[in-house]
């Protein structure tokens, strides 16, 4: 049985968060609940209509003045990069983006970020399973020494092994009735790209952000976002 303090050490968790329409002092207050000094920005348009306070100079400031120190990562862990290479017919290749050096220079430096500070990935989406942090981040940096948990809109935390039953259950994933029995870990990869086909394969005006009223999605659609 795992030592209950080294499940929780700040070297081996990761936070994740959808700033939603939260005011930014309840976003603080979440965060602050769990112990998290440093945000790790992940948006790649890291900006917000209809929630300011979210922009990125703003957030930064509150943040700094919180105690709380801000990084922004849309570059290298962002749903929407620069480089063409990583959209097909329009669509995110997340493949693609998975093989980029900025990808995979982004998750080291989380990693390393995590051995220093209580990190919490940031995105704009309400719900973890309708966002990049989760479907596509956590997905890859999963690390048996690492303990994911998404802090949701009522102050509550999803375990992310819980996460991903419920997107199993989400997405009704079952064994077929005459193939073999599929392990867990191949039916939670299923609903992983099940999911990743919903939310991340679709045109723009389909769909929109969870918890905001008519923001573009920071991480979906044909459309580049600037």
Do not use: W
Request: charged share 30%; hydrophobic share 35%; glycine share 6%.
């Amino acid at each position: 049985m795992k030592d209950d303090k080294m499940v929780e050490s700040k070297c081996n968790i990761l936070y994740t968060i959808g700033h939603s329409n939260h005011t930014i002092e309840n976003f603080i207050a979440l965060l602050k609940r769990y112990g998290v000094t440093c945000i790790a920005d992940v948006r790649s348009a890291p900006y917000s209509r209809y929630c300011p306070q979210f922009n990125k100079g703003a957030l930064a400031a509150s943040l700094q003045a919180a105690g709380i120190t801000y990084m922004f990562m849309g570059k290298e862990l962002g749903a929407r990069p620069d480089d063409p290479c990583c959209y097909e017919g329009g669509f995110v290749n997340f493949q693609e983006i998975a093989k980029r050096e900025e990808f995979k220079r982004g998750i080291e430096r989380l990693l390393a970020d995590i051995s220093k500070h209580r990190v919490a990935l940031m995105c704009a989406e309400k719900d973890p399973l309708q966002c990049h942090r989760t479907i596509f981040i956590a997905r890859g940096i999963k690390r048996p020494n690492l303990h994911i948990k998404h802090i949701l809109a009522n102050g509550s935390v999803e375990e992310h092994a819980e996460a991903e039953r419920r997107l199993v259950k989400m997405l009704k994933v079952e064994p077929t009735l005459f193939g073999p029995p599929k392990k867990e870990t191949e039916t939670i990869e299923q609903a992983y790209d099940q999911q990743t086909e919903r939310i991340f394969c679709q045109p723009e005006e389909q769909r929109k952000p969870s918890g905001i009223k008519s923001d573009r999605p920071c991480h979906s659609g044909k459309t580049k976002l600037g």
